[in-house]
């Protein structure tokens, strides 16, 4: 009898081992799913927390929502690098998740003859848009006023068929808008900047239908997002 008893109270115990054993592995593993805090940036445990392996493997099924096209998509406004001279200074500021948040340009006289800006619409790769299309309607300003409009739309194929889309000729990404055709006479400053529309519609719609606004198709929802601060100085000589 008394052996049969030691027996179950070894057994109890030996249960009860292996269970602390189990439990302390798992509170390991998940606690190295956590970036080691001492060593890091504040910037470099945000980009390292955020990073879950299992859900980059593939998430092209996954339900996206209009929060994700956000998060995916920058709207940058710049000047091109084929307008940049030799007495052109570029200051580039890049917030926490590697978006360019402002852009400082100041131009040293001699004054170009001629300067456009450019807007380009980028998609960081992380939303399917083929299966999320989007209508990016944007405008254009300059302190304060309109000075032009663009629109597109992102898509990676063309009725639900994945055949290439020619982005350059019917839904391109790149725009452009002059902002001054004579040499300036004098130093100025000037802000820049776009603000974007962004409709987002049922998977597999039609790009070209989208495109036309066409009032048969579905919209599911719908936000605005602006672009970086684009700042152009024309400094005086001596400056």
């Known amino acids: 009898m008394k052996m049969w008893i030691f027996k179950y109270v070894f057994l109890v115990l030996f249960s009860l081992l292996l269970m ?3 439990a302390s592995c798992n509170a390991y593993f998940e606690s190295k799913k956590k970036p080691d805090e001492p060593m890091l940036s504040k910037e470099e445990q945000e980009v390292l927390g955020g990073y879950n392996p299992s859900a980059v493997v593939n998430n092209s099924n996954l339900k996206k929502n209009m929060g994700d096209i956000e998060s995916d998509l920058q709207i940058l406004i710049q000047i091109p690098e084929r307008m940049i001279t030799a007495n052109t200074k570029i200051r580039k500021e890049i917030g926490a998740h590697g978006k ?3 852009i400082e340009v100041e131009i040293s006289p001699p004054y170009p003859e001629k300067m456009i800006a450019e807007v380009l619409v980028l998609p960081k790769g992380s939303v399917n848009y083929t299966e999320y ?3 990016v309607e944007g405008k254009i300003i300059r302190d304060n006023e309109q000075i032009g409009e663009f ?4 898509t990676g194929a063309v009725g639900g068929d994945i055949i290439p889309v020619p982005t350059e000729t019917m839904f391109p990404l790149r725009f452009e808008v ?3 055709d004579s040499v300036p006479r004098e130093s100025f400053s000037t802000l820049l900047y776009a603000q974007a529309k962004l409709l987002l ?3 597999f719609t039609e790009p070209r239908k989208i495109f036309n606004s066409d009032n048969t198709i579905k919209l599911k929802e719908e936000t605005e997002i ?6 152009i100085t024309l400094k005086q000589e001596g400056e």
Do not use: A, D, M
């Open 100 to 102: 360019i948040s402002r």
């Open 151 to 154: 629109k597109t739309v992102l």
């Open 178 to 180: 002059n902002l001054w």
């Open 20 to 22: 602390w054993e189990f």
């Open 133 to 135: 299309p989007v209508k």
């Open 201 to 203: 519609y049922e998977p």
């Open 226 to 231: 602006l672009g970086n601060p684009l700042r």
